[in-house]
């Protein structure tokens, strides 16, 4: 019986480190992170596109600041 514990134990231990252990540092496939601040919708664009043909990320978008007509690129990166 005392066995049977403390295999049970270590497996519950041994599951929740794991878990906790692939959860840390991984970043979803859905994240982006701010990739710069543009004057212009169209500069915005091109540089999400240039960086596509780069590979140096998976996807992006330009967000509207709605101050003084300035455009935040956020970005898909490639991991």
Do not use: D, E, I
């Amino acid at each position: 019986m005392r066995m049977r514990k403390l295999a049970a134990a270590t497996l519950l231990t041994l599951g929740f480190a794991g878990g906790l252990a692939a959860t840390q540092g991984v970043a979803s496939a859905a994240t982006f992170v701010p990739g710069g601040v543009y004057t212009s919708s169209s500069s915005c664009a091109y540089a999400g596109n240039v960086g596509m043909r780069q590979h140096r990320w998976v996807g992006w978008y330009c967000k509207n600041l709605y101050n003084h007509g300035r455009y935040q690129l956020w970005v898909q990166p490639r991991y």
